[in-house]
């Protein structure tokens, strides 16, 4: 039997691109880390989200995780609880929405963001198992 080369970084995060569990992930890790920011800049806690949602904390927790079920319901209720409001646009595949060509996906953009904002990665992590 002939021994598999080993495959690359780049070899498997492109096989990971290919399913659509990586890009729900990086969707919502997006999403998760935009939450995180409208808390620190309007200085919610966790605690006081719960309480404008009408849940428990350790809801909020799982949904700061990105642990939770995500329903374009429970995004409105979340932005608005933060004075925010949901927008969703869609684009070409490796293009922006004025059509100039990005090189960028979900889960490498949001690693620098993540850097950056300190956000957990749990959603990073279970879409590259």
């Not at 800049?41 to 642990?67: F, Q, W």
Request: aromatic share 6%; hydrophobic share 40%.
């Amino acid at each position: 039997m002939k021994a598999m080369k080993p495959k690359s970084f780049d070899d498997l995060y492109k096989e990971a691109e290919s399913h659509d569990d990586y890009w729900v992930a990086g969707t919502v890790q997006e999403f998760t880390e935009e939450i995180c920011r409208l808390m620190e800049s309007g200085r919610v806690t966790r605690s006081e989200l719960a309480r404008r949602l009408g849940t428990s904390p350790a809801y909020v927790t799982k949904i700061l995780r990105g642990n939770a079920n995500f329903t374009l319901a429970t995004m409105v209720r979340l932005a608005r609880a933060l004075g925010a409001e949901v927008s969703i646009e869609l684009h070409r595949t490796g293009k922006s929405k004025e059509g100039v060509e990005i090189k960028r996906s979900p889960l490498r953009r949001s690693r620098a963001a993540r850097a950056s904002a300190d956000v957990p990665a749990s959603a990073a992590a279970s879409a590259l198992r």
